[in-house]
């Protein structure tokens, strides 16, 4: 049974407004989350994270926000950039670091 | 920057052949993973390793093995091949102390 969830599989949203790409998880023991993006033909990359210890992380254009309590995070872009156009996975882990649950992914595209 | 490469982009393998994926480190990092990424199922992990020589059952471990004789090498071995086991082969690393996962470019097999 998926224990990440990403219900979204797809995204369009206009250059220079805001992405809201949104996950569910169903394990409380998860400890710690993280966002990748994924370009075609290529591996995923890490692009932000956060412990469970905290409601909000912010790097850059990109927010992550958890709500432990609806076991919900989303990840905000803003604003929207056309290389910003990819596949989004969301991964949660328990404190172990050693196992990592993936969801489905949502493809972003970003219209210029 | 670290780098994990993968031996091959793309492979194709008949039904029944032994099929060896390979995958390199250079950064000393003590954790590396094995996922298969499907459409519509996200990444699932195969296995995974926290050691030289050791290694740990994933979600979906059945028709693989793997062997890490050496810590920068983690190898998925598909014992006999079979079409479903037709997908994107993703190996990922992480240095143990953070959580983020390193990930090489993918192998594309084909079993036919």
């Known amino acids: 049974d998926q224990q990440v969830k990403q219900n979204s599989p797809s995204l369009s949203v206009q250059e220079g407004r805001i992405s809201i790409l949104n996950c569910d998880y169903t394990n409380s023991m998860f400890d710690y989350f993280l966002w990748y993006k994924k370009y075609p033909a290529e591996g995923p990359t890490f692009l932000i994270s956060i412990s469970s210890i905290k409601d909000k992380n912010e790097d850059g254009r990109f927010t992550v926000f958890l709500n432990k309590s609806a076991k919900h995070l989303s990840l905000h872009i803003v604003p929207s950039q056309p290389g910003d156009s990819a596949v989004y996975f969301c991964?949660?882990?328990?404190?172990?670091?050693?196992?990592?649950?993936f969801g489905t992914g949502t493809s972003l595209t970003v219209i210029p | 920057d670290v780098k994990v490469t993968q031996s091959s982009r793309y492979l194709v393998k008949r039904t029944g052949e032994k099929v060896f994926l390979e995958c390199v480190q250079d950064?000393?990092?003590?954790?590396m993973f094995w996922y298969r990424q499907d459409p519509g199922l996200g990444l699932r992990l195969i296995y995974f390793s926290y050691d030289v020589k050791m290694k740990e059952k994933g979600d979906i471990p059945e028709g693989y093995s793997v062997s890490r004789e050496k810590k920068e090498r983690f190898s998925l071995i598909l014992e006999s091949a079979s079409t479903n086991q037709t997908s994107m082969y993703l190996c990922?690393?992480?240095?143990?102390?953070?959580?983020?996962?390193?990930f090489g470019p993918g192998t594309r097999l084909t079993v036919t």
């Open positions: 950064m000393d990092h003590e954790n």
């Open positions: 991964a949660a882990s328990p404190n172990t670091g050693n196992q990592f649950y």
């Open positions: 990922a690393s992480t240095p143990g102390t953070t959580y983020e996962q390193y």
